[in-house]
C-alpha cells in the first residue's frame, strides 16, 4: 500500500511541476500566484511521501518537517492567491506583517523541536507487514495547526463573503474554489483527528492544486467540478456514501456499491443495504462518530471501520453528511497477531510467565470463593536429554507437554511456560484428580520416528491457601513440593505440607538472624583433630557450629544447606576462615605447629574474590599461609573449570595447601585430578559402604592411595570410625586421618586439651 501512495505521490508532484511551468508562462495576472501557490504544495507532498517510504525514525521525522513547515508556506501562498484571485488587497500594513510574523513564528517553533521535543514525534506501527511512522502530536503541533487552521479559516472566510457580495454570475468561479478547498480541508481533517496510517490526504493536496490551476486559468461551468469531485471520491478506496441533511443517500462510490450490492445506482436503498449487513447502528442519528463493526468470527471475522462526518455550508449550516468504510481486517489482524506474541511462548505456544501470572491474579480476585491449586511442573534432566538425543527431541518434549495440558485442562485451568523445561498452572482444586496424573505422568513417553522414550516429570502442588500472596511466590512454594521429590523416579507429584512450610519458616527465620549471629559469635569454630599413620594430631579442620540463644545448640545440617542455597554461605565461610587465622595466631605464639583446614563454598567464586580476602587474612594475622589449608569439592569446578583452576594456582603459589574434599564421591574427579592443583586428596570412608561388593571397593580405593602417591598428592581419609579402618588405611598407604575413631568435632579449648594429651602420650 505504501508504495502504491508513493507512486501517486511522485506522479502528483511531476504533475503540479508541469502545471507551475505552464502557469508561469500564462498572460494572465493570476498566473504567478497560481504558480507560487503550486510550488508551495509541493513540499507537504514530499514531505508525507518520504514518511510513507520511511523506515527509520530520523527519516520519517525529517519528512514530518518539510511536511509541516511546507504546511506554512502553503498557507501564506495560498492566501496571497487568495487576494489575487478575489481581488482585494490588506486592510493594512501592520495586519499584514502580523499575519506573516505568525507564520514566521510558527516554522521557528518547528525548527526549535530537536531542541525542545514540544511540538510533535513518532511512534512506529505496523501497516500492512511495514514499520509505518505515526505522528505523535505536543502542544507545538497544536500551535501549528491553530496558525494553520486559523488563516486557512480566514481564506475561507474570503471565499464566502466574495459569494455573498459577488454578483450571482460570479458566484460559481468562487465557489468551486471553496468547494475544493472545503473538501480538501475535510479530508485532511479527518485523517489528522482519525490518526489513520498513511495520510491519504495528501491526494487531496495535489487534486486541489490541479483545479486551482485549472478553474484560476481555465475557467469551466460548475458541473465540471461536480464530475471531477465525483470522480476522485470514486477512486478512493474507502467506501464512501454521501446523505443529504434530510439522511437520505444521494451518492456512494463504486467501493461502496460494492461493498452493500446497491443496484443500478438505486442510491436510495443504500442505508437499509447497510443495516441488512452491519446491523442497525443506533449512533447514526449522532452529528459525528467512529467506531469499527465485526463480521464472522474466528479466522473468518472481517473488521470494518466506520466513520461519519457532517459537512456544513459557510452560515454552519448542516447540510448533509458522508459515511466512510474502511476495510481494516489486515491491520486487526496483525495486531491481534502481536498481542499474541507478546503473551504467548513461541515454542508451545502457552502462556508467557508473566502473562501467567498476570492471568491467575486476575482469576483469583475474581473468583474469591472457589479453590484452587497451583501446579509447577519440570522435566527432571531435560538438559540431558536435549545432550543426548538433540534439541529438536528435547523442543518435541516441550510441545508435548504442552499439547498434555491443552488436552487435559483446556477450559478448566490456565497454563504457561515458566522457563525451559518448567510449566506453571492454575486449576481448580476440585477438577484435580491427582492418582489419575499420576498414573499418566508414569507412562508419559515422547515417540522419535519409531522410536519412544519414557520421559520422567515432577510436579510439585501448592493449594492456594493465602490469596494474597504474591504469584511468584505460590510457584515457589510449589517448586519446593517437587524438589522434594527429585531423587525419586516412582513418585511424580508432590504436595506443599506443614513440613514443607515449617522448613521455610525456619530458613527465613535463621537466615534473618545470621548477621547478628556473626557479629555476636554465636556461630563458632568447632575442630575435627586430623591425625598421622601414628595417631599425631598434625591439624584440625574448623566446621561451623551455631549456639543459638534460644534454639540451643544447632548442628550444620541445621543451616548450612540453607545458607548454601541463598547464598549466606559466602558470610560464614568468611567469617570461619577470620576465626581460623585468630586460632593460627594464638598456636603460632604457643609454639603450636598445627594446621587448620577451612572450607569454600561453590558460591564464594560469584561473591568475592577468595584468593585475594585469603591472602588479606592471614597478611592481618601474621600466620604462615602453609597453616591454613583450602578445601574444596569437585563441584567447585564444575563451572568457570579455566578460571578457577588460575586461582586455585594462585593459592598455592602463595603457600597454600589446597585439599580436594570428598573425593570419589562424584562423577568427574578423575578427569579434573590430572589438571587441577591440588596437594591432598580427602577420601571419604562412606566411598566402602556404599557398596556390597567391599572387596571391589577396596580394591579401587587402593588404586586411588596409589595414584595420589604417584602424583607427589597426599592423601587424608575422613570418616575412620574404627581401629581395624585405620590400620587397613596405613597399611594401603593413607597418610592422614580423621574421624569419630580419634575424635569428633571440638570447641577450641576441649581441642587443646586433647592435643595436649595427645601430645602427651
Not at 509505518?132 to 494553520?148: A, D, K, M, N, S
Not at 547478628?516 to 568447632?526: E, G, S
Amino acid at each position: 500500500m505504501r508504495y502504491s501512495f508513493a507512486g501517486l505521490f511522485i506522479l502528483m508532484v511531476l504533475v503540479i511541476a508541469a502545471c507551475i511551468s505552464v502557469s508561469r508562462r500564462s498572460d494572465r495576472k493570476i498566473g504567478g500566484a497560481v504558480s507560487m501557490l503550486l510550488a508551495m504544495l509541493i513540499p507537504p507532498i514530499i514531505g508525507n511521501l518520504i514518511i510513507i517510504l520511511a523506515s527509520t525514525k530520523d527519516t520519517a521525522m525529517i519528512g514530518c518537517y518539510i511536511y509541516f513547515i511546507g504546511m506554512d508556506a502553503v498557507i501564506m501562498a495560498l492566501m496571497h492567491f487568495s487576494f489575487c484571485y478575489c481581488v482585494i488587497t490588506w486592510p493594512n500594513r501592520f495586519l499584514q506583517y502580523s499575519v506573516y510574523g505568525l507564520i514566521t513564528l510558527d516554522v521557528v517553533q518547528l525548527l526549535l523541536n530537536p531542541v525542545f521535543g514540544h511540538a510533535f514525534d513518532t511512534e512506529p506501527i505496523l501497516v500492512s507487514g511495514f514499520d509505518y511512522y505515526r505522528l505523535i502530536p505536543y502542544w507545538g503541533q497544536t500551535f501549528h495547526r491553530v496558525v494553520v487552521y486559523g488563516l486557512f479559516s480566514v481564506v475561507l472566510l474570503i471565499f464566502v463573503v466574495k459569494i455573498i457580495r459577488a454578483p450571482r454570475v460570479y458566484v460559481e468561479r468562487y465557489s468551486i474554489i471553496l468547494a475544493a478547498m472545503v473538501l480538501t480541508g475535510l479530508w485532511q481533517t479527518y485523517y489528522i483527528f482519525s490518526r489513520t496510517p498513511v495520510d491519504r490526504s495528501m491526494a487531496g493536496y495535489g487534486v486541489f492544486g490541479l483545479l486551482i490551476f485549472y478553474f484560476s486559468l481555465y475557467y469551466r461551468p460548475l458541473t465540471l467540478l461536480d464530475r471531477l469531485l465525483a470522480n476522485m471520491a470514486s477512486e478512493m478506496p474507502d467506501a464512501i456514501f454521501f446523505y443529504d441533511v434530510f439522511g437520505r443517500c444521494i451518492w456512494a462510490n463504486r467501493p461502496a456499491i460494492d461493498l452493500v450490492g446497491i443496484k443500478d445506482e438505486k442510491f436510495d436503498s443504500a442505508s437499509e443495504l447497510l443495516t441488512a449487513k452491519f446491523g442497525k447502528e443506533p449512533r447514526m442519528k449522532d452529528p459525528e462518530w467512529t467506531g469499527t463493526k465485526v463480521l464472522g468470527s474466528g479466522q473468518d471475522a472481517r473488521y470494518y471501520y466506520h466513520s461519519k462526518r457532517m459537512v456544513t455550508d459557510e452560515k454552519g449550516k448542516d447540510t448533509g453528511f458522508f459515511l466512510s468504510i474502511r476495510d481494516v481486517t489486515s491491520e486487526q489482524r496483525a495486531l491481534q497477531q502481536e498481542r499474541y506474541n507478546a503473551t504467548h511462548d513461541s515454542l508451545t505456544g502457552l502462556f508467557t510467565k508473566e502473562y501467567l501470572y498476570e492471568s491467575i491474579r486476575k482469576k483469583l480476585d475474581a473468583n474469591p470463593d472457589e479453590d484452587y491449586l497451583i501446579l509447577y511442573i519440570d522435566i527432571v534432566d531435560f538438559k540431558i536429554i536435549n545432550d543426548i538425543f538433540g534439541s529438536t527431541f528435547g523442543d518435541r518434549t516441550l510441545r508435548q507437554i504442552a499439547i498434555i495440558l491443552r488436552h487435559d485442562l483446556s477450559g478448566k485451568a490456565l497454563f504457561g511456560r515458566l522457563g525451559g523445561d518448567t510449566f506453571g498452572v492454575l486449576v481448580e482444586k476440585s477438577r484435580f484428580d491427582a492418582a489419575r496424573l499420576e498414573s499418566q505422568l508414569s507412562r508419559f513417553s515422547v515417540k522419535d520416528g519409531d522410536t519412544e522414550r519414557q520421559i520422567l516429570v515432577h510436579l510439585g502442588v501448592y493449594e492456594v491457601t493465602e490469596r494474597e500472596l504474591d504469584v511468584p511466590f505460590m510457584f515457589d512454594r510449589a517448586l519446593l513440593a517437587k524438589m522434594t521429590i527429585e531423587d525419586e523416579y516412582q513418585t511424580h507429584i508432590a504436595f506443599y505440607d506443614e513440613k514443607i512450610r515449617s522448613e521455610v519458616l525456619w530458613a527465613q527465620h535463621i537466615s534473618a538472624q545470621l548477621n547478628d549471629a556473626l557479629k555476636k559469635r554465636h556461630v563458632i569454630p568447632y575442630l575435627q583433630p586430623i591425625v598421622d599413620q601414628e595417631g599425631k594430631i598434625v591439624g584440625a579442620e574448623a566446621l561451623a557450629r551455631w549456639i543459638h540463644p534460644e534454639d540451643g545448640f544447632l548442628p550444620p545440617s541445621s543451616f548450612i544447606p540453607i545458607f548454601e542455597k541463598n547464598g549466606m554461605i559466602t558470610e560464614v565461610d568468611r567469617y570461619m576462615w577470620r576465626c581460623a587465622c585468630e586460632i593460627l595466631s594464638g598456636w603460632k605464639e604457643q609454639g603450636r605447629d598445627l594446621f587448620v583446614s577451612v572450607n569454600i563454598s561453590p558460591k564464594d567464586f560469584y561473591f568475592m574474590d577468595v584468593a585475594q580476602e585469603l591472602k588479606d587474612l592471614v597478611n592481618e594475622y601474621g600466620v604462615d599461609s602453609g597453616k591454613l589449608r583450602i578445601e574444596i569439592t569437585e563441584t567447585v569446578m564444575m563451572t568457570d573449570v579455566e578460571k578457577r583452576m588460575k586461582i586455585l594456582e594462585d593459592l598455592r603459589q602463595a603457600g597454600f595447601v589446597v585439599e580436594m574434599d570428598d573425593f570419589g564421591s562424584g562423577y568427574s574427579s578423575l578427569n579434573l585430578l590430572k589438571d587441577m592443583p591440588v596437594d591432598v586428596l580427602k577420601i571419604d570412608m562412606k566411598f566402602l559402604s556404599k557398596t556390597t561388593d567391599e572387596k571391589k571397593a577396596r580394591t579401587i580405593l587402593q588404586n586411588i592411595l596409589n595414584l595420589s602417591e604417584d602424583l607427589g598428592i597426599f592423601s587424608l581419609t575422613e570418616g575412620v570410625e574404627t581401629h581395624t579402618q585405620h590400620r587397613m588405611l596405613s597399611e594401603m598407604g593413607c597418610k592422614l586421618f580423621q574421624g569419630f575413631f580419634f575424635a569428633k568435632p571440638l570447641p577450641i579449648t576441649e581441642f587443646e586439651d586433647f592435643y595436649q594429651k595427645n601430645r602427651a602420650g
